[in-house]
């Protein structure tokens, strides 16, 4: 699908909703994705992309950046906190802000840079064991937590469980970032974001349905 296409799709999810035009982000998902495919988004003129893996991202968006000029990176997918300072030099956003340790060394790394990229904190609002997140219940304390070490949180990301409706997951996540006076929420994908911007998406991740099926070799 274009990008032409799955930016008419977000524009009458926007209208549905009683969303503004433009209120909701689009972040490409180029993850895994070869540099042609990414070059050719580029190309129609997407300035916002996600990557999972900070090596994966730091070999491929130098170049791209010298050559299309400012473009905005979001790290979507786990950060260790051995990649964090190479994280906070190529990305402008971080959806996956998961645990104290990491809050505290992201704190302190961003006092002494006097700078700090937009900051979601992901929500396993399914509670998958197998996936990152902080649990529903531990949200709220979560937030405080970073707050008193004064990271300016943005908002709250989710992935929600694959065999469940997000739709359910989609307005947990919105009421915990109600009751917490967080604007922004990172939630939706390629099946499933004209729901997530009718539950209030302020940014819907798309990958699959923008480049194609991904080859992971």
């Given at each position: 699908?274009?990008?032409?296409?799955?930016?008419?799709r977000l524009a009458k999810a926007e209208?549905?909703?009683?969303?503004?035009?433009?209120?909701?982000?689009l972040i490409a998902v180029s993850k895994v994705q070869p540099n042609a495919r990414v070059h050719g988004v580029l190309a129609e003129g997407q300035r916002v992309f996600g990557e999972n893996r900070v090596q994966e991202a730091a070999g491929k968006w130098p170049d791209f950046r010298a050559e299309f000029g400012a473009i905005q990176l979001h790290l979507i997918g786990p950060l260790q906190t051995n990649k964090l300072?190479?994280?906070?030099?190529?990305f402008d956003a971080i959806h996956t802000l998961d645990r104290p340790k990491l809050a505290r060394k992201l704190a302190t790394e961003v006092q002494a840079r006097g700078t700090c990229p937009?900051?979601?904190?992901?929500?396993?609002?399914?509670?998958?064991?197998?996936?990152?997140?902080?649990?529903?219940?531990?949200?709220?304390e979560f937030i405080a937590t970073c707050r008193a070490m004064d990271l300016p949180i943005s908002g709250l990301m989710v992935i929600p469980p694959q065999d469940e409706e997000p739709s359910l997951h989609f307005a947990l996540l919105a009421k915990i970032a109600a009751r917490n006076g967080l604007k922004n929420l990172s939630m939706g994908m390629s099946g499933d974001f004209e729901k997530a911007v009718a539950f209030g998406a302020t940014h819907?991740?798309?990958?699959?349905a923008l480049f194609g099926a991904r080859d992971y070799g």
């Open positions: 699908m274009s990008l032409s296409e799955i930016k008419t209208a549905a909703a009683n969303r503004a035009p433009g209120s909701v982000t300072r190479a994280a906070l030099d190529l937009q900051l979601f904190i992901q929500v396993n609002t399914g509670e998958e064991p197998q996936k990152a997140g902080v649990l529903p219940r531990d949200a709220d819907v991740r798309v990958g699959s």
